[in-house]
């Protein structure tokens, strides 16, 4: 659904310019028995998210299917303007600001996108942006044992999503760096801050802290967090930015907040498209601005003390600088980014917060229908934000296919990632499911498990 700025004013001041009175004027060569006339069976007055959902109920006899996966991408509704001014021949073409002065206004854009990205971690700077949360993580490690120069071990709580982990050890292990990863507790789903008294006389750079975690679970941030500081290691923390709009900002953690804030930007106003592209974010304190990988766009005046932007805090030899260089990423996801901070100027804070309650909401309404269900319980008594999961009395792969013949994509099986939580199911649901959706998922798993 495009989305059309102009004014009845403005449409009257063009049709004016071009010499027709009316539209249908200007579109008289087509014959009248093509002209359709006024739309029926749309109820007036709807607003844009109710009319979305209308079109996708009728387009349910196209085969689509209602998405209750999750698991480190999210269906969120994405306003029509997002992407109507993202494409826009400003921003789709000139999204690389190789040279600053040639791209004022792309500089702005990432400026503001920083700013926000700051306010959102509660944290003092952020980037440009990196490529996907995965990689952001990946230099958040390499950026830790930089600036801790006295350690090259990293320590990673299974409870991180395990692609994350897979791409740390991918780019970090040829760099002589140690992952060591931490057990969680199978009750909880947490990682027990008493559990980490058995590296209580070993050194490591840092620890790495997800909020929520990959199964939805809240960790205990706070004590985390002073525990790596008392070891003298940086608290590296992993967040979904939708859930920052209520949880505690990671720079707020403890008693001195995190050090590194990452994660994946895709909830912020970039559609799922089969995996990408997508963009990481990366925010930290001040002290370590100088490790940042990536671009950061600095604001400064000129001899006429008039605004400018400037990629700052590195030279452009910066990028080919091989081993020497903070990161091998020499560029950002510009575009991703340009949507996303479209996104959240239209939310703003207030639309954020509803977004992240109504999905919370959702998914513990879901979850308490699946509870209702022989064969259903959660799989961890921690507390849960925006996903959750489920244990299952029967396989969750043939589970997940009988849903998906009635047009739903049930969750994530998690058994090919921990198999030690055996039938276990990883499920999610936005703002974008309606009581009715939630309704028939459980009728539709109740049938399934049989």
Partial sequence: MPFIPHTEEDIAEMLASIGAK????????????????????????????????????????????????????????????????????EFYSSYTPYQAEASQGTLQLLYEYQTMMASLTGMDVSNASMYDGATALAEAALMAVRSHKSSRRILIPKTVHPVYRQVVRAIVSNQKIEVVELPFNTQSGQIEPGSLSDFANEEFAALVIPQPNFFGVLEQVDALTDWAHSKNAFAIGVVNPTALALLTPPGEWGSKGADIAVGEGQPLGIPLSSGGPYFGFMACKNDLIRQMPGRIIGRTTDLDNKPGFVLTLQAREQHIRRSKATSNI?????????????????????????VAAQSHANTLELVEQMGKINGVKRTFSGPVFHEAALTLAAPVAEVLSKLKQKGILGGLDLQGYYPELGNALLVCATETKTTNDLQNYAEALKQAIG
């Fill in 330 to 354: 020499c560029t950002n996801q510009g575009l991703m980014v340009t949507a996303a901070t479209i996104f959240m100027s239209l939310l703003g804070p207030e639309g954020l917060r509803r």
């Fill in 22 to 89: 009316t539209i249908e004027e200007l579109f008289d060569e087509i014959p009248k028995e093509l002209i359709s006339g006024e739309l029926t069976g749309v109820p007036p007055g709807l607003s844009e998210m109710e009319i979305s959902r209308l079109m996708m109920e009728r387009a349910t006899t196209d085969g689509f299917y209602q998405n209750f996966i999750g698991a480190g991408a999210y269906e969120h509704h994405i306003p029509a303007a997002v992407w109507q001014i993202t494409t826009r021949g």
